[in-house]
């Protein structure tokens, strides 16, 4: 199965649709997007704008969903970025925090306020 996005005039991805293998597989056996894109038109309309994921993030950098970014000049999706302070990564086409997340096998979270990683506080004592 193939997996198509539809983009709005912002490159932001407003629906995703999956299209049989045949569809995009043209006479010498080869997938081809454009096969796919011409798919997808047909059944939406000729003035939408589609492109290609890959569930396995093979190509475009990121499985591609709802609010996801097209970013032609890095052939990437990039997904909303998560916090104001987050850093966007051309490299990964991914949000980087202000610092690292501890890596002590603890669980942590975001705290943006404080612009730093917290762990939960403990349960009350029953």
Known sequence: MAHFVELNENNVVIRGVVVNNPVITDEQGLEREELGIAFC?????????WKQTSYNARFRKHYAMNGYTYDESLDAFIP?????????NRSTADWDPP?????????????????RWDSPP?????
């Open 122 to 126: 403990p349960p009350p004592n029953p």
């Open 80 to 88: 909303p970025k998560p916090f104001p302070s987050w850093i966007f």
């Open 99 to 115: 610092t690292p997340k501890p890596n002590d096998g603890k669980f942590y979270f975001w705290n943006e306020q404080a612009k």
């Open 41 to 49: 038109k047909s059944l939406y309309g000729e003035e939408t704008i």
